[in-house]
């Protein structure tokens, strides 16, 4: 697949937003970098900051193409935001507000891509009545909240050995964050993120993309912490360095591919998604996280979608032109 270039100039509206007491790095600069890419590539870019006030409005400035990065806790500003954004027909990029209600709560992903045998670890989905046993799963055991995102609620204390520690750390989860809490059967070998870009029987997965884990976490647990992501004063986050292409089988490279288009068609996934995996000792992909979100934010250094169109040998202006001229196309046509 080559770039998607728009064959005229457009205009683009970048909405976004800014939480009191939150960091907003993460959103400033990802709407920073895209309007410097579009206006790169010749197109006319708004961007607005988007409050409880004037969301409405901001819904409704005129533009060929939006790039919704409103992030609230609990999402009820961006959802909003979208299905105004859908009310009005306007050319949204990404996927449509009913896949993201659905995908933000995790257990009910677990509980689907279970259902359609779409390879995931073996899960157990507590809420908060339910007895707390491992019942026929098998330790170690990684222990996530089911509406958090961004590596949220996840860290070393994540994955248990024992039936003490599961009950410590799901009482731990349930006294921090609403909803359910999964427990899965942790997959102790590689982790490989796999992009996807695309509609309809247009769709390609990107270069993979594997986080590496150094030698300081060879007495920990070898996972992708909230600190690994986020935190550069963690040794966490400079042990967990994201690297592309890795050295796989091409039976591993086609088996992953098969699955994650898989998932991206089952969770009606639009323009583009991420899916993350576990390699276990024999070879075989698990699943461990879907998202149908996944960030844009030309800043950060190791970020696995980045890498994986560096890979690919674009430009980032080129990836997100092609994404809006994908989103375009699938509403408006050629």
């Known amino acids: 697949m080559k770039p998607i270039p728009f064959s005229k100039s457009l205009s683009a509206i970048i909405l976004y937003n800014l939480v009191p007491n939150n960091d907003d790095e993460d959103t400033i600069l990802c709407a920073k970098g895209i309007t410097e890419a579009l206006r790169k590539r010749g197109h006319a870019v708004k961007k607005i900051c988007v409050t409880e006030k004037n969301w409405r409005k901001a819904a409704q400035i005129p533009g060929d193409v939006v790039f919704n990065l409103v992030e609230d806790d609990g999402w009820k500003l961006y959802l909003r935001v979208g299905h105004r954004l859908e009310q009005l027909g ?37 809420n908060r009545r339910s007895p ?17 995102h961004a590596g949220i609620g996840i860290s070393q204390d994540s994955v248990v050995n024992n039936l003490t520690e599961l009950k410590k750390r799901v009482a731990y989860l349930f006294s921090h964050y609403p909803g359910e809490v999964i ?115 030309y800043y950060d250094e190791e970020d696995a979608t980045i890498i994986s169109v560096y890979t690919l040998k674009w430009t980032y202006d080129q990836f997100i032109e092609t994404l809006a001229s994908m989103a375009y196309q699938r509403v408006i046509g050629s």
Not at 102 to 111: C, D, E, G, L, P
Not at 132 to 148: D, E, G
Not at 266 to 275: E, S, V
């Open 183 to 297: 427990v899965e059967e942790f997959i102790k070998g590689r982790e490989i993120h796999v992009t996807i870009l695309g509609n309809g029987e247009n769709i390609m997965t990107l270069p993979y993309c594997e986080i590496g884990f150094g030698k300081k976490s060879k007495d920990k647990w070898n996972i992708y912490t909230y600190e690994a992501k986020w935190d550069k004063k963690s040794w966490e986050y400079w042990n967990a360095r994201v690297k592309s292409p890795p050295l796989i089988s091409p039976r591993l490279h086609e088996k992953m591919q098969e699955t994650a288009i898989k998932a991206y068609t089952l969770f009606n996934c639009r323009d583009m998604a991420r899916l993350d995996f576990r390699i276990d000792s024999k070879n075989i992909p698990y699943i461990v996280d879907v998202n149908i979100n996944p960030s844009l934010n």
């Open 90 to 126: 306007r050319v949204q990029v990404g996927h449509d507000m009913k896949s993201f209600r659905y995908s933000i709560n995790k257990a009910s992903v677990k509980r689907k891509m279970a259902e359609e045998r779409v390879m995931t670890p073996a899960f157990k989905i507590f």
């Open 132 to 148: 707390i046993r491992s019942y026929n799963l098998t330790y170690p055991l990684i222990v996530k909240p089911s509406r958090q």
